[in-house]
């Protein structure tokens, strides 16, 4: 019946010896971290401090804006371009934000990046999408860039040194500056015009105009009225045989009408 009692004892005098190691240990550890602890603390003082100095000082209000590689713009456009106003803060500013609105009022620029210049300035750095081809709508023509997305500007006539795209269905939402055009027939016609520019089949030749009017017979007019017939299928086959053909064949606008590449042999058609 002893036992139980010795037992008790050993765990009365065991809870003190512990109690003073943890203590011990503790009081340790806050001495070795207490130059970390203070040096933390003084750096968010100091942190904080100018933050709240930012914030509030008139020496870091927005007084400029330059918006760069679209040419001289006026203060006030500068302004306007952005939708900033003057004397905002230059700390607190949502970059990001201007920098989405920017692309959303202009879909003309590919790239558009946003940034501070302290204590007074921003910049906005643009890249421009570059034209491809043109689209004959009607009686307009419209700039598009290798995405197929729809540049501004219109004209009544074709621009020049642009390879005309025939045949293009309207889009349902209509011609909006900034849409991505996405009809199969318009890839289509994009992708022959990057490979027969890319492979420089026509060599001193110019690609004046893809026809896809007819899906099933696709053409490719060269200098302006000479008509290259590829058909639907296989197109790439047959732009292969087009480049074997000219390296026999003088494409003379006078004496060719038209080469047609839809058959087993190559057809050339006179004036």
Do not use: W
Request: proline share 5%; net charge positive.
């Amino acid at each position: 019946m002893v036992k139980p009692l010795k037992s008790k004892v050993r765990r009365r005098n065991l809870s003190p010896i512990f109690s003073v190691k943890f203590l011990g240990g503790f009081k340790s550890f806050l001495l070795s971290s207490l130059p970390y602890i203070l040096s933390l603390t003084v750096l968010g003082v100091l942190f904080g401090t100018v933050a709240v100095y930012a914030v509030n000082s008139p020496s870091f209000r927005l007084e400029e804006v330059r918006v760069l590689n679209i040419g001289s713009l006026a203060a006030e456009q500068a302004f306007k371009f952005c939708e900033l106003q003057k004397g905002e803060n230059l700390v607190t500013l949502d970059l990001v934000n201007v920098q989405e609105l920017i692309k959303r009022k202009h879909p003309e620029f590919k790239e558009v990046r946003v940034r501070r210049v302290l204590p007074n300035r921003i910049e906005v750095l643009l890249k421009r999408r570059t034209p491809i081809a043109q689209i004959a709508f009607s009686s307009r023509y419209v700039q598009v860039d290798k995405s197929l997305v729809v540049l501004p500007g219109t004209a009544s006539s074709p621009f020049r040194n642009l390879t005309i795209l025939e045949g293009v269905p309207v889009p349902p939402e209509g011609l909006l500056v900034g849409a991505s055009l996405r009809e199969a027939g318009t890839l289509k016609a994009l992708k022959l015009a990057e490979y027969i520019k890319g492979h420089r089949l026509l060599r001193k030749h110019t690609l004046s105009r893809i026809d896809i009017s007819d899906p099933r017979n696709i053409s490719v007019y060269v200098d302006g009225d000479i008509e290259i017939r590829l058909g639907f299928t296989h197109l790439v086959e047959r732009l292969k045989i087009l480049d074997q053909t000219l390296k026999t064949v003088e494409l003379d606008r006078v004496k060719i009408r038209y080469i047609d590449l839809r058959f087993d042999d190559v057809v050339i058609g006179p004036r």
